[in-house]
C-alpha cells in the first residue's frame, strides 16, 4: 500500500496542462516554466570535453572543489558576501536540494511556514519529510510582497523554517531587502531557520535582488543552473548550508543523491563564467516579452495590480471573465493557447491564471492574438 506520506502528494496541474496542450501542435505553450534559451556555447563546450577527458565517475557528494570555489566567488562578485567554500553542497538541481534542506531541518510535525501563492511543489516537500505546512497569504495590490507583521503572527513554538521564495514563481515578485531583512529576525525570534529558494536570481527587470546572506549565515539558500543559465535539463544546483547543518546535509547527500553528474559539474563552473554581457542580453529580452504581456492582459480589462519583476511568470486574477480559473484556462487551451490554472500555487490563487513569457516574443503576439479574439467572443 502506497504510504500516507506519498499518498498526501499533490499531482502538479501544469503538467496536467502540458500533457493536454501537447495533443495538438498548434498550441502556444504559455504555462511552461523553462527558459526557450540555449546555455551559453562555452558550456555545451566544457561538458563536451569533460565527457571525452572521462569525467564521468562519481564526485564527492558535496560536488567537486572547483565547482564550490566558484559558487562561492560568485557570492563574493555578485553581493558581496563572503561564502566558505565548506557551506557550499552541490545537487543534482534546485530541487534535491529542497529535499536536503527539509530532510536536515524538519522533524514529525514541525510547521514550515510560506507564502500563499507559492511554487506548486513546496507543500509537498514539506509533506515529504512529515512537516506541516502554514501559509501566509500575499496581496496582489502589495505587488506580492510578504508582509513582515504576517509573518511574525504566523509562527509559533512549532515552527522550523520559513520558506521564501524571491524572485518568485508563479507571481515574478522580487522581495525587497527590508522585506527579507524583516522575515531573517521574524525566524531568528521563533528560533526557526529561513529556507530562501534563489533559483530565478539574475532574471530581474526593475528590482534589486538581495541573497538572504546578506542578512544573516544561518540560513539555506537554495539556487542552481536552470534558470539563469537555461540548464533545465541538466540537473545542476547547489545549497549554502548553516555551519551547523553542513555535515549533515553532507551525510544525506551521500546516502539520498551520491552526487551530481561529474561532467554536468565542470560544465557549471564554465556557465559561473559566462560574460555579463550575455546575461543582461538574456534579461532585456524577458523584460520586452513581460512588457507585452503585461499591456496585453490590462487590455484585456484584467487589473494586474502590480508589476512583475522578475523570473518569467505574471500572476492574473481572472474571476472577472466568464466561470472559474479552471474554465477560463479550458477556454484559452481550445482557443490555442496555454496556461497554469492558479490553484496549484494557493488557494489565494484560485481564481488566477499564471502566464509564462520564457516563449518567445513572436509566440507571445499570436497568444495575445488568440486571446483577444476569444475575448470578443465574450464582450471584452
Ligand atoms: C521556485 C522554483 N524552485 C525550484 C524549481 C526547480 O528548479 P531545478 O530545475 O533547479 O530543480 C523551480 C522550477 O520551476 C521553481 O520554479
Excluded at 512529515?130 to 509562527?155: C, I, W, Y
Excluded at 494557493?346 to 481564481?351: N, P, S, T
Aim: glycine share 8%; proline share 6%; aromatic share 8%.
Amino acid at each position: 500500500m502506497v504510504s500516507q506520506r506519498a499518498a498526501d502528494v499533490t499531482p502538479f496541474m501544469a503538467m496536467d496542462v502540458l500533457e493536454r496542450a501537447n495533443e495538438r501542435d498548434d498550441v502556444i505553450h504559455l504555462e511552461v516554466g523553462e527558459p526557450d534559451f540555449s546555455p551559453p556555447d562555452r558550456v555545451i563546450e566544457t561538458a563536451v570535453d569533460s565527457l571525452r577527458a572521462g569525467h564521468t565517475n562519481y564526485t564527492a557528494a558535496r560536488g567537486k572543489p572547483a565547482l564550490r570555489r566558484a559558487i562561492a566567488t560568485y557570492y563574493d562578485r555578485t553581493y558581496g558576501v563572503a561564502v566558505d567554500p565548506n557551506r557550499v553542497v552541490v545537487t543534482p538541481g534546485t530541487s534535491p536540494g529542497l529535499f536536503l534542506a527539509m530532510a536536515a531541518l524538519v522533524d514529525s510535525g514541525d510547521e514550515v511556514v510560506l507564502t500563499d501563492p507559492h511554487y506548486a511543489c513546496y507543500p509537498n516537500f514539506v509533506r515529504v519529510a512529515d512537516g506541516e505546512v502554514t501559509t501566509v497569504p500575499l496581496d496582489a495590490s502589495e505587488g506580492f510582497q510578504p508582509r513582515v507583521d504576517d509573518f511574525a503572527a504566523a509562527v509559533g513554538p512549532d515552527t522550523r523554517a520559513l520558506l521564501l521564495n524571491s524572485p518568485a514563481n508563479p507571481t515574478g515578485a522580487v522581495m525587497d531587502g527590508e522585506t527579507l531583512s524583516g522575515l531573517v529576525d521574524v525566524a531568528a525570534d521563533a528560533g526557526a531557520t529561513p529556507v530562501v529558494d534563489e533559483v530565478y536570481h539574475g532574471l530581474s527587470y526593475d528590482a534589486t535582488e538581495h541573497t538572504v546572506l546578506e542578512y544573516t549565515d544561518d540560513a539555506f539558500v537554495l539556487d542552481g543552473f536552470s534558470k539563469r543559465f537555461a540548464m533545465t535539463g541538466w540537473r545542476l544546483g547547489w545549497v549554502i548550508v548553516p555551519p551547523d547543518y553542513v555535515e549533515a546535509v553532507n551525510r544525506l547527500a551521500q546516502n539520498v543523491l551520491i552526487c551530481a553528474p561529474n561532467f554536468v559539474q565542470d560544465a557549471g563552473v564554465a556557465a559561473l563564467e559566462t560574460p555579463a554581457d550575455r546575461l543582461d542580453e538574456v534579461r532585456a529580452t524577458y523584460r520586452e516579452r513581460r512588457d507585452l504581456l503585461v499591456d496585453a492582459v490590462e487590455d484585456w480589462g484584467i487589473d494586474l495590480g502590480y508589476t512583475p519583476q522578475g523570473a518569467y511568470y505574471l500572476l492574473a486574477d481572472v474571476s472577472d471573465l466568464p466561470g472559474d480559473a479552471l474554465d477560463v484556462a479550458d477556454l484559452f487551451l481550445e482557443a490555442g493557447v496555454a496556461v497554469t490554472p492558479g490553484v496549484d500555487f494557493g488557494d489565494e490563487a484560485a481564481e488566477y491564471l499564471r502566464f509564462s513569457y520564457a516563449t518567445d516574443a513572436d509566440a507571445i503576439e499570436t497568444a495575445i492574438d488568440r486571446i483577444d479574439d476569444l475575448l470578443a467572443t465574450v464582450g471584452r
